[in-house]
């Protein structure tokens, strides 16, 4: 068998037809080959599941652990102690001597035939909880519990009671445990009002306005300043109703009632976040709160609706949708403040006033009483701008930098300062607060009332004890109590044509439950 140069067969044993045949062959063969390389499908989708495992456990269940870490924190806790309960219970339940009880009883089999029936000459049950001298939280958290619900019981069905005002130790020291929002819970309420000076009288009045405000609410959740019922004064802003259902919850929660699981207003509640949450606008970072406004309402809509969510969320932290917007409408505010001047007034990024940075500093606040976080930027832009429109070195403020100092734009001034990290030792806040006491209480101005009064309570003291009796003696006096509009109060204050009879409600009810809704800054267990 012989080949030529270039002949790729032997020209006596192959033909053309031969030759095709070897290279159909070839590529037949090499077909088959990369079919048997190919991996099998259910081998595919085992690959494909476990890169979707893989996923998860590396991307997925961190990402979610991260975001839920408040609410996993929490219910460990709240595991671990429960556990604790649950062990001390049984172990108070077991005879004396129980591991030489569980011994006998595991080593010893009882023979059936032996077993004799035991009559009982006297069932002995084990001693209450409360007639033992335990000094351990358990006891502390039930007996708190129990006087609370009794004593608020008669309060809500309308009944007279006495407060003590002399708290226990056992009552202070639950109020130190409680967080800033504490005093509305059911355990802490009862001890606020006994420390800081409330009365059957004042409770009641709270009940009667959240009562009014329960009446007047509209179907879709809402309040609104034209429409405050019969017998009661309209104001005059027709769509500002994300402000006047702020106002209105806020009242709801300063008292501890909650959309989820405290209080006889979980539905009322419930309504009107709905409503603030249905008319939220903005975009994924930030939410745009102001709604329908009129005038110059709109940024002080913003600061209240975001004080409603943040507080909300404090109160029921495990509502995770409600945090996600509460920490957008924050995000507005920081992204809305004077980059120069460092505060807020109307309209985004104007020049600020301090009435209306007043209300952005609460709500920043309140955010961060949730765990929300606030920028440490925004911060400072409020200090600045709190030192421009201070007078005699922060002692007193002004409405506008470089203007003349007021009462009431001198509380709002010293509130924000406190809540900014101004100390007790501070002269400019000792001043500023001497001023504010020798004032007193206005007859009318209850925009001044509702900020001095929380300044007043901060600070505590003597200057406290005389403030608040003329001011809860003048709000419990004046509120109507009979008729269509029972529960809340004839508007007086000169701000009070905007918002009619529902804005001068809900400020004194607010001022009356200064007791539990924010407890005192500066408070200390020995006062």
């Given at each position: ?15 053309v037809?031969?030759?095709r ?7 037949s ?49 709240s ?38 029936a ?84 004042s ?10 405000l ?9 309040w609104?300043?034209?429409?405050a ?13 994300m ?12 008292a ?39 005038g ?5 809509v ?12 404090a ?17 507005f ?14 309209e985004?990024?104007q ?26 930027q ?7 701008f ?38 007790r ?8 607060v ?8 206005h ?19 003597n ?21 269509p ?18 804005y ?10 200064i ?13």
């Amino acid at each position: 068998m012989s080949t030529r140069p270039g002949e790729l067969f032997p020209d006596d044993d192959l033909t053309v037809d031969g030759a095709r045949s070897v290279l159909q062959e070839v590529t037949s063969r090499r077909r088959a080959r990369r079919r048997r390389r190919l991996r099998p499908a259910w081998m595919l989708s085992a690959v494909r599941t476990v890169s979707r495992l893989r996923l998860i456990i590396t991307r997925t269940i961190p990402e979610w652990a991260r975001l839920h870490r408040q609410h996993l924190m929490t219910a460990s806790i709240s595991f671990v102690l429960h556990l604790m309960i649950a062990i001390l219970m049984t172990l108070w339940m077991l005879p004396e001597d129980p591991t030489r009880w569980m011994s006998t009883l595991m080593a010893v089999p009882v023979p059936k035939e032996e077993v004799q029936a035991v009559e009982l000459v006297e069932v002995v049950q084990p001693a209450l909880l409360d007639e033992q001298e335990f000094e351990n939280t358990v006891q502390q958290v039930l007996e708190v519990f129990d006087d609370t619900t009794r004593d608020l019981a008669a309060v809500d069905a309308g009944k007279d009671f006495e407060l003590d005002l002399e708290p226990t130790q056992q009552d202070l020291a639950s109020l130190a445990k409680l967080g800033e929002f504490g005093g509305r819970s059911s355990l802490g309420k009862q001890a606020a009002i006994r420390k800081y000076g409330g009365t059957a009288e004042s409770e009641r009045a709270v009940n009667l306005g959240l009562k009014w405000l329960r009446k007047i609410q509209q179907a879709d959740g809402s309040w609104s300043f034209r429409q405050a019922g019969k017998e009661a004064r309209n104001g005059r802003l027709r769509s500002t109703t994300m402000g006047s259902t702020s106002l209105a919850l806020l009242c709801f929660m300063g008292a501890g009632h909650t959309h989820l699981s405290y209080g006889e207003y979980r539905t009322v509640v419930s309504g009107g976040l709905n409503y603030l949450t249905k008319n939220a606008s903005g975009d994924r970072t930030s939410a745009d709160m102001r709604g329908d406004y009129e005038g110059n309402s709109g940024m002080y809509v913003q600061g209240l609706a975001t004080i409603c969510l943040c507080e909300a969320y404090a109160l029921e932290p495990k509502d995770y949708r409600l945090k996600k917007l509460a920490r957008r409408a924050v995000r507005f505010i920081e992204k809305t403040q004077d980059k120069r001047g460092g505060g807020w007034r109307y309209e985004p990024g104007q020049p600020g006033d301090t009435s209306v940075v007043g209300w952005q500093v609460m709500a920043l606040q309140s955010a961060k009483a949730g765990d929300i976080s606030v920028s440490g930027q925004t911060g400072r832009g409020v200090r600045h701008f709190l030192d421009s429109a201070q007078t005699n070195n922060g002692e007193r403020y002004a409405y506008m930098p470089d203007g003349g100092a007021s009462p009431a734009m001198t509380s709002v001034g010293l509130l924000c300062r406190m809540y900014m990290g101004w100390r007790r030792d501070h002269s400019s806040l000792r001043r500023g607060v001497g001023y504010l006491s020798a004032l007193g209480p206005h007859g009318e101005d209850m925009y001044y009332n509702y900020y001095a009064t929380q300044v007043i309570h901060h600070w505590g003291g003597n200057e406290w004890r005389k403030w608040n009796t003329v001011m809860r003696e003048q709000l419990v006096s004046r509120q109507i109590t009979e008729g269509p509009a029972t529960g809340s109060w004839a508007p007086r204050d000169p701000h009070a044509g905007s918002g009619g009879q529902i804005y001068e409600t809900a400020l004194s009810l607010l001022t009356l439950e200064i007791y539990y809704r924010y407890l005192p800054i500066y408070r200390q267990i020995e006062d």
